[in-house]
Structures are given as structure tokens and as C-alpha cells.
């Protein structure tokens, strides 16, 4: 099985900055990488997929990139609405399966 | 406007079964991989199986944890899906959510969930 990991665990940042959120895979992934978001309560949202398109509504201060096993979301100027937990997903054709990372959860500081 | 509306879920005791149920609208249900994915309280996602669409066959692949206990099936005439749970332990603990998949590339290729329910809590215990 494909185990992701991604760091840091805990990021601190204030609005504005910019964030470099990090997944790495065990084993080449190719581009079948996605980005969720989830906020306390609610569901968890696709960001990006195909490691780098943006999904419907996206906006376009988040970006992806990578392939093979390494990968990295990218926010460009924090927004208060991005304060949240960040997870990575990846997909394997054999056998099927879908595994995610254990997440980052992105702060105020 | 796309919805999936879960249902189904509440308390059981271990060994019993539950079968969730997944309402969706808003899109040609048939046309769509449909996703179960779970979340315990606390912790991260984890998937929990998906359905193909009649066209690549309509067949369910399952995650180890689940496979052989769990059974996901679909009706297209309802736009319903479904998450049969059998023999439940504590473990099955969560919030269980119902997605709608994204499939991409010329051999086409489930990669994403893009549409997510608000899910249904079920709980395994004594």
C-alpha cells in the first residue's frame, strides 16, 4: 500500500504570507495527487487534482505541483478563510485503492 | 445545483449490520463513480470503497479494512447509493460520507472526489 506523508504537521503562518504545504509518496504516484481542505464541522473539499488542476471554484491563489513522489500545495497569500486542515489523496490502479496523507492543519499565528 | 444527502447512520451494537443510504441530485447519477469515504472522530479520512458506473461495469472495489463485511451498491433509477455494513465493530466508528467521483485521462481513471454529502455518524457500541 502507498503511504503519503505530509509536513509539517502543525503550520503556523499569518494572513498574507504564503504557505508551502508538503506530500510525499512512498512510491511513484504519477499525477494522480489531490488537495482537500476541511474546516471544523464540515466536509472536506477538492482543491486540485491531477496534481495540479484546479477543481470548480478553486481559487487561484491555490496552486498545485509535483509528480512521481513528491508534491506540494502552495497558497499564495493567506486568506482568514484558509485556516484549516489540508490533506493529500492518492489513487493506485493495483489493486485499487485510495489513500490520504494525515494532514497539516494550517494556523493563525 | 449538485447534492448528496446521507442516511442511515446512528448507534449499533458490535456484530449488528446498518445500511447507509446516499440521495443525490443535481447530475446524471448513472454517468458517475460514487465514493464511500470515513472519518472517526478526531482523525483523518480514510476510503472506504467505490461503485463504478453501470458503463465500466457497475462493479465495487473495497479497502482491506472493510472488504468482505461491506457492500456498496447503486440504484440508477433512484439515484441512490448504497452502504451495506455487516458484522460492525468498534472500529467502524465514524462519520461516514458519500462523494461523488472525478474521473481523468484518456484511459479514464478515478482520481478525486469533487462533490461530498455532510455524512452520517455511526456509531459501534455496546
Known amino acids: 500500500e502507498i503511504v503519503l506523508t505530509q509536513s509539517p504537521a502543525t503550520l503556523s503562518l499569518s494572513p498574507g504570507e504564503r504557505a508551502t504545504l508538503s506530500c510525499r509518496a512512498s512510491?511513484?504516484?504519477?499525477?494522480?495527487l489531490a488537495w482537500y481542505q476541511q474546516k471544523p464541522g464540515q466536509a472536506p473539499r477538492l482543491l486540485i487534482y491531477?496534481?495540479?488542476s484546479r477543481a470548480t471554484g478553486t481559487p487561484a491563489r491555490f496552486s498545485g505541483s509535483g509528480s512521481g513522489t513528491d508534491f506540494t500545495l502552495t497558497i499564495s497569500s493567506l486568506e482568514p478563510e484558509d485556516f484549516a486542515v489540508y490533506y493529500c489523496?492518492?489513487?493506485?490502479?493495483?489493486?485499487?485503492?485510495?489513500?490520504f496523507g494525515q494532514g497539516t492543519r494550517l494556523e493563525i499565528k | 445545483e449538485v447534492q448528496l444527502v446521507e442516511s442511515g447512520g446512528g448507534l449499533v451494537q458490535p456484530g449488528r449490520s446498518l445500511r447507509l443510504s446516499c440521495t443525490v441530485s443535481?447530475?446524471?447519477?448513472?454517468?458517475?463513480?460514487m465514493i464511500w469515504f470515513r472519518q472517526a472522530p478526531g482523525k483523518g479520512l480514510e476510503w472506504v470503497g467505490f461503485?463504478?458506473?453501470?458503463?465500466?461495469?457497475?462493479?465495487?472495489e473495497y479497502a482491506a479494512s472493510v472488504k468482505g463485511r461491506f457492500t456498496i451498491s447503486r440504484d440508477d433509477s433512484k439515484s441512490i447509493a448504497y452502504l451495506q455494513m455487516n458484522s460492525l465493530t468498534t472500529e467502524d466508528t465514524a462519520l461516514y460520507y458519500c462523494?461523488?467521483?472525478?474521473?481523468?485521462?484518456?484511459?479514464?481513471?478515478?482520481?478525486?472526489?469533487?462533490?461530498w454529502g455532510q455524512g452520517t455518524l455511526v456509531t459501534v457500541s455496546s
Open positions: 443535481g447530475f446524471t447519477f448513472g454517468d458517475y463513480v
Open positions: 462523494t461523488r467521483g472525478v474521473v481523468s485521462g484518456v484511459t479514464p481513471t478515478l482520481v478525486a472526489a469533487d462533490y
Open positions: 512510491q511513484s504516484v504519477s499525477s494522480f
Open positions: 491531477d496534481a495540479s
Open positions: 489523496q492518492q489513487r493506485s490502479s493495483w489493486p485499487p485503492s485510495i489513500t
Open positions: 461503485i463504478r458506473s453501470r458503463a465500466y461495469g457497475g462493479t465495487s
